[in-house]
Nanobody, 114 residues
Framework: VQLVESGGGLVQPGGSLRLSCTAS????????MSWYRQTPGKERELVAT????????NYADSVKGRFTISRDNGKNTVYLQMNSLKPEDTAVYYC????????WGQGTQVTVSS
């Protein structure tokens, strides 16, 4: 299993970013995919989840209405569109799938600052 994130960076408050995670080594189309984030000294926090079949989604309360998780099964890729970003969204964002154990990408830094 390999998960490779991209798309992080520095953005001003109120701005937008789109994260991507390309997956390989497992059957992607029917796998639940998630985005987590972590800041120093805090536990990793679940941000959003999308199911394979049907693509139903769930979000943390802190990002509802601002973030959108989506997937392209033809490209084995899951996305996180982040709008109206706030300084408290600053974190390392990780792509995740659970298949008996958790698998993680390397993480991508998102910094929201003026």
């Amino acid at each position: 299993v390999q998960l490779v994130e991209s798309g992080g960076g520095l953005v001003q408050p109120g701005g937008s970013l789109r994260l991507s995670c390309t997956a390989s080594g497992f059957t992607f189309w029917n796998s639940i995919m998630s985005w987590y984030r972590q800041t120093p000294g805090k536990e990793r926090e679940l941000v959003a989840t999308i199911r394979g079949a049907g693509g139903s989604t769930n979000y943390a309360d802190s990002v509802k209405g601002r973030f959108t998780i989506s997937r392209d099964n033809g490209k084995n890729t899951v996305y996180l569109q982040m709008n109206s970003l706030k300084p408290e969204d600053t974190a390392v964002y990780y792509c995740n799938t659970f298949r008996s154990v958790h698998y993680w990408g390397q993480g991508t830094q998102v910094t929201v600052s003026s």
